[in-house]
């Protein structure tokens, strides 16, 4: 079974400091991984993913996650965070071919002070 | 905006009713999940639709069932509503290749 561990419930932030949230998985194949992002009465928004290849993915908004496979994990990085990037946070896992359902995990919540 | 629409935004109804959630996909995209963001159980996968056909179920209440019709839109049908049932209900569409999923913005659910 696939499931998504964010182990991270809340991070405050300063404005303009660097950003790491932590995501890890378990999948039994090589897992599809996702970063939503879900401001106050939004919708998800996707910030980024990564199926294969090169293991440091560019997203939206300046934000980058790095998939290290011996670690299980996809941790989401911004290098300088501004005051609109406070909302919670999603990692997924989706298993791709034929297996497109997401696993979520239970999210971070971002506060970024002035 | 991801092209996903849903309705209606809110909804507020009373235990034991019955409500119906509307999502029109992407054009283009064949595929439709549904998902439950509830405060206890997070995000949940509840149902898939592709091209009109359930092709994945997830933790979905027999209470609760859902259709794609021909236009591709879909509807999730909710039951016999419990205060639990109170959530918000997200509906993504995806394209053929299937791999990325845009989310909708959500229909709130309130039971009282």
């Known amino acids: 079974a696939q499931s998504v561990t964010q182990p991270d419930i809340h991070i405050t932030v300063s404005e303009g400091a660097s950003l790491e949230l932590r995501c890890n998985y378990s999948?039994?194949?090589?897992?599809?991984l996702f970063w939503y992002v879900q401001s106050p009465g939004q919708g998800l928004q996707l910030l980024l993913k990564?199926?294969?290849?090169?293991?440091l993915v560019q997203g939206i908004k300046g934000f980058e996650a790095e998939f290290k496979r011996s670690q299980s994990s996809f941790n989401l990085r911004k290098p300088s965070v501004h005051w609109s990037d406070a909302a919670e946070y999603f990692c997924?896992?989706?298993?791709?071919?034929?297996?497109?359902?997401?696993?979520f995990g239970a999210g971070t919540t971002v506060t970024v002070r002035a | 905006d991801s092209g996903v629409t849903q309705t209606p935004k809110h909804l507020i109804t009373a235990t034991g009713q019955r409500v119906t959630l509307r999502c029109s996909p992407r054009?283009?995209?064949?595929?439709v999940y549904w998902y439950q963001q509830s405060l206890d159980q997070g995000l949940q996968f509840l149902i898939q639709?592709?091209?009109?056909?359930?092709?994945a179920k997830g933790n979905i209440l027999e209470r609760f069932s859902a259709q794609q019709f021909p236009d591709l839109h879909s509807e999730l049908n909710l039951s016999s509503l419990e205060l639990g049932d109170s959530a918000l209900y997200f509906c993504?569409?995806?394209?053929?290749?299937?791999?990325?999923?845009?989310f909708g913005p959500g229909t709130r659910l309130t039971v009282l």
């Open positions: 993504a569409s995806s394209d053929l290749r299937g791999d990325t999923q845009y």
């Open positions: 999948y039994g194949a090589t897992p599809y």
């Open positions: 990564y199926f294969s290849g090169d293991t």
């Open positions: 997924a896992v989706g298993g791709g071919f034929n297996d497109y359902k997401l696993s």
């Open positions: 054009s283009g995209d064949l595929s």
């Open positions: 639709y592709y091209n009109g056909e359930e092709r």
